[in-house]
């Protein structure tokens, strides 16, 4: 069982597919805190419908990064988490929160990474033309989108694809490996060696390679 505190700043989806994952008995997690930087954010309620305590601390209220950083790790500590899921955070974290939870903070990112670092990936893909997008969980590190990652996935980019409907399955593919990635961590079964993460046990039979034109 892993305590987790999540970090949103939006809808909330990836949280919602966390919470949805844990009620089906699927995933060993509890979220002992949901934080926003964002009062307004739709997260809020998802995390309110599911009973999950939650806080508000606004990056606007700070002087600096590291101010902001600094009540975000406080948060996290008095809630006692030992991993930190940003989902939809968008914040860039300072290393002060890095050093804080070494190894310990995971993020989402819609894109296959190191393909399209940065904001809007999906529609980065998009607009160079991809055959195959995709979303990846990575342990962070002081780089954006940078550490190293757990878990990828994959999907085809249709013909009749617009940004807004590749951005769309690429969600479902993120609801899909965040708890994956949450899971196996809970497991105890990733190892970090160097830019790699090693994961130890029973593993599925290696997928059949996407081909796309
Ligand atoms: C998603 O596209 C996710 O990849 C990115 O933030 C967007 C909103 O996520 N990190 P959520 O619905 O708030 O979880």
Known sequence: MVAAGVLISGSGSNLQAIVDRIAAGRLDCTVR???SNRPEAAGLAR?????LPSQVIDHRDFA???????ALVAALRAAQVDLVVLAGFDRLITPT???AFPQRIMNIHP???PAFKGLHAQQQAFEYGVK????????VDPELDHGPIIVQGAIPVAPDDTAATLQQRILGVEHEIYPLAIQLFAEGRLAI???RVLIQGPRPTLPPPIVHW
Request: charged letters at 10%.
């Open 47 to 51: 995390a309110a419908q599911a009973g």
């Open 33 to 35: 805190l949901v934080i």
């Open 111 to 113: 894109g296959l990474l």
């Open 193 to 195: 060696v160097g830019r």
């Open 97 to 99: 929160f890095v050093h």
């Open 132 to 139: 195959i997008a995709g979303a990846t969980v990575h342990f």
């Open 64 to 70: 600096t990064r590291d101010a902001f950083d600094l």
